[in-house]
């Protein structure tokens, strides 16, 4: 048998400290720092001037998200139930119609509802709200209750809420709206609301027993169910939350346009899906954090923006906003693989 103090310069020598594990988040901002550096260079090379360096660009790129940020909030929540929400554009513009149909002034003679006109601005933006806290509710129940795919069943809420949006304002917009309700949508505002709203959510998922629940159901439903937590529950109220928001977000869309249109928020629920899976969420469930969206909400953004500041046409970043997406897919293919082993 060796001496004692032969065996413990042995396991000295073998023992290594626990390396520590670089943040998710901070590799994912480094990703946002890379793209901002490369339109500073290609800003300077192509159009002579800075990219970063402009505020009112900067402005631009922020307003522009916020709306988006707003959605993906509640999307990153059902995406990390292994869920998928394909109804937020749809419910933005349900939300838009609803709410400026209930903010027009009294002195248009074609308000859609003569009687409601110059009403206190609570009704409209809770009407929005209400809007898309219905259709969550629906897309909760189909999900929870009758075993539809979310896939499925978001896809017939996106469509129906579309329509609705079309019939209810037979094509044309809602305009002549009042300048409290316009006041939401003014200026940075939509921005103050997306980072409360960021902010009140990371709480809860970090936080809270609904923070738990929620990741103990994405990583294993099955095992959430033995453990106590009633899901069909949950999910109702992470659908009702998702569908809310983007109600919220349609209401600051009318808000800030002054019009409520059926064709507002095309392709917004493809955004805010590519946010989420950018900044970090797992599609296959239980990881994510609202950090990591929001980084991902910016990444878009600085994307989008770069791209008309360096004149690329809107098709191409299309296709470079799709490609992005896939990559995003399979380095998280990649590290749940990974993860597995």
Not at 11 to 37: D, N, Y
């Amino acid at each position: 048998m060796p001496p004692l103090n032969q065996t413990l310069g042995a396991q000295s020598m073998t023992f290594q400290p626990p390396r520590r594990k670089m943040p998710a988040e901070l590799g994912i901002f480094l990703v946002l720092v890379g793209i901002c550096l490369l339109f500073e260079g290609l800003g300077w090379w192509v159009n002579d001037q800075s990219f970063l360096f402009n505020i009112d660009r900067l402005q631009i790129i922020i307003l522009q998200m916020a709306v988006i940020g707003i959605i993906a909030v509640g999307v990153n929540l059902v995406i990390i139930t292994s869920g998928i929400d394909l109804s937020s554009g749809s419910v933005v513009a349900a939300a838009a119609v609803v709410s400026a149909s209930l903010a027009q002034v009294s002195d248009f003679p074609r308000a859609v509802f003569p009687q409601l006109t110059d009403l206190p601005v609570i009704w409209p933006v809770l009407s929005g709200l209400l809007v898309g806290v219905v259709i969550g509710l629906v897309n909760g129940a189909l999900i929870a209750y009758t075993g539809i795919p979310p896939f499925i069943a978001t896809l017939g809420t996106m469509v129906a809420a579309r329509g609705f949006a079309k019939w209810f304002t037979n094509g044309m917009p809602v305009s002549m709206l009042t300048d409290d309700f316009a006041w939401f949508g003014a200026g940075m505002q939509p921005v103050f609301f997306f980072l409360i709203i960021a902010a009140i959510v990371h709480v809860l998922l970090g936080h809270t027993r609904f923070g738990k629940f929620t990741y103990a159901i994405g990583a294993n439903r099955q095992a959430a169910v033995v453990s106590g937590i009633n899901v069909h529950r949950h999910l109702i109220w992470i659908y009702v939350i998702a569908g809310g928001l983007s109600g919220i977000a349609g209401t600051l869309t009318a808000a800030r346009a002054i019009s409520g249109q059926s064709g507002m928020g095309v392709m917004y629920e493809l955004d805010a899906i590519a946010a989420v899976v950018i900044g970090g969420t797992s599609l296959s469930g239980g990881l994510g954090r609202i950090t990591g969206t929001i980084i991902g909400v910016l990444i878009l953004g600085v994307m989008t923006s770069g791209f008309t500041f360096i004149r690329i046409d809107a098709y191409y970043q299309e296709m470079v906003k799709g490609a992005i997406i896939v990559a995003a897919v399979v380095a998280d293919q990649y590290r749940q693989r990974k993860r597995g082993r």
